[in-house]
């Protein structure tokens, strides 16, 4: 594979449902994609990775990333949501996990099967040294589908050189390439091990980002109004993560 036909995740709703589009999928696929977006428009909002980039963009980069290995419309987007219980926000104003009534709330609107997958998601750990793990040790049958979704997002996390400007893996970036693509390999999927190879050697030329790394926020929200100013910092006081400015 080279850089000319290296795929590149789409990164805006528009250009997500063009792809969609020239994938084949009718106009009511790409509707229903369109409400989910806008959903996750009201969950994501005023929410920013570490690298600065928007949370949406890295939720449609997501789901972009799997419509290209998948046509499976529940899979594509449930990768739009994959962070729903862990940095969503929902209209009662709580903490993102996975609640009862955030359960039905995500139900409810993006229907059962795709939150079953969003849960399932959330629920693997793909963290440092995890795909590392999962080669060594095998992976559990019957969560091919979410493994998928987990290495499809590994796309999206390098494509704009987001693993340079914020790296989460440190060292160990090089082995978890290796393991993630010998996983794709074993479900079948030559075309996304290939391409996580091809932007692991993209990687390595991007050092000189490092001069752009940020050093102390792991992600960002920026609050629209004076009263959601306070409830997120009250959040945060009670244990968030996320810095709210």
Request: proline content about 3%; some cysteine; overall charge neutral.
């Amino acid at each position: 594979m080279t850089g000319e036909d290296l795929f590149v995740p789409r990164q805006t709703n528009t250009a997500l449902y063009m792809q969609l589009h020239d994938a084949g999928h009718t106009v009511e696929d790409i509707l229903r994609v369109q409400r989910a977006y806008r959903l996750a428009c009201g969950m994501f909002n005023g929410r920013y990775r570490k690298s600065g980039r928007a949370f949406i963009c890295h939720a449609v980069g997501a789901a972009s990333s799997v419509a290209h290995f998948d046509k499976d419309l529940d899979l594509v987007i449930a990768a739009m949501f994959h962070a729903a219980y862990d940095s969503g926000q929902y209209p009662d104003g709580r903490s993102s996990r996975r609640s009862e009534a955030h359960r039905k709330w995500l139900e409810q609107n993006v229907g059962p099967a795709v939150e079953s997958l969003v849960a399932r998601v959330d629920a693997m750990k793909f963290d440092t040294g995890d795909p590392e793990r999962l080669v060594e040790k095998g992976m559990p049958a019957g969560d091919e589908d979410i493994l998928f979704l987990r290495l499809a997002h590994e796309i999206d996390d390098m494509a704009d050189g987001g693993m340079a400007f914020a790296p989460k893996y440190g060292r160990s970036m090089e082995s978890r390439i290796k393991a993630c693509a010998i996983l794709a390999r074993h479900m079948g999927r030559e075309g996304l091990a290939a391409t996580i190879e091809t932007y692991g050697r993209l990687y390595e030329t991007q050092t000189w980002a490092a001069a752009l790394q940020e050093a102390k926020l792991g992600g960002f929200r920026i609050a629209p109004n004076l009263r959601t100013y306070i409830k997120l910092r009250w959040l945060n006081f009670r244990g968030g993560s996320v810095e709210v400015l």
